[in-house]
């Protein structure tokens, strides 16, 4: 009997998803990708600025739900205005829901009128797997030493109704306020929600 019950136990914990292995606080792992438009990037080219990671597919309902009202398009604006570098990261692989081709993602930056700093193609998904994003959006900002500052969710409402976005906490907002300020970040790391990344 107890054989059993630690056998389900296990297969229970199994299923559980694993704790993200980037904590704020971290250096945030070095990578090197091409954009939508071929040019390639290494996140170490931005040492000195304050970086935003954002796991992206269009194809998302969670997504649609920050861009169908333009919410993320006028955080990514307002803040690259301010100097910070927003890369918006597609990890589906081909033949995944949200895989797209350069000129793909080109014509989706235009269509949703999005202002991105770049949008990176990661296919194989390896830069997904070293920072364990699990959703899409899955959201990383990274200071000027190249530290992680948070790491999570977008805002405080788990759902897909675009309603929701004017009634939640931003966090990425509220850490980009407070590490632009020089103050501490009030909320270093969330549970993110979406869609599980098609990697």
């Not at 019950?5 to 980037?22: G, H, Q, R, W």
């Not at 910070?84 to 949703?112: C, E, F, M, N, Y």
Request: aromatic share 8%.
């Amino acid at each position: 009997m107890i054989k059993y019950l630690l056998l389900s136990v296990l297969a229970i914990a199994s299923a559980l998803p694993a704790s993200a292995a980037i904590e704020p606080g971290q250096e945030a792992p070095e990578f090197t990708l091409t954009d939508s438009k071929g040019t390639s990037h290494k996140l170490s080219d931005f040492r000195g600025k304050f970086v935003v990671l954002e796991w992206l597919n269009h194809e998302c309902p969670f997504v649609k739900k920050h861009y169908s009202g333009g919410d993320m398009q006028k955080l990514q604006k307002e803040y690259t205005a301010k100097g910070v570098v927003w890369l918006s990261i597609i990890s589906s692989a081909p033949g995944k829901q949200g895989h797209r081709t350069g000129p793909q993602a080109d014509a989706d930056t235009a269509d949703k009128k999005a202002s991105p700093t770049a949008v990176l193609l990661d296919p194989s998904g390896e830069v997904c797997q070293k920072y364990e994003a699990k959703t899409t959006p899955h959201m990383f900002v990274i200071d000027q030493q190249g530290k992680v500052i948070y790491a999570g969710a977008i805002d405080s409402m788990r759902s897909t109704d675009s309603a929701d976005v004017a009634k939640a906490e931003n966090y990425v907002r509220q850490t980009l306020d407070a590490a632009l300020a020089g103050k501490p970040v009030p909320t270093p790391k969330t549970t993110p929600y979406g869609c599980s990344v098609k990697y």
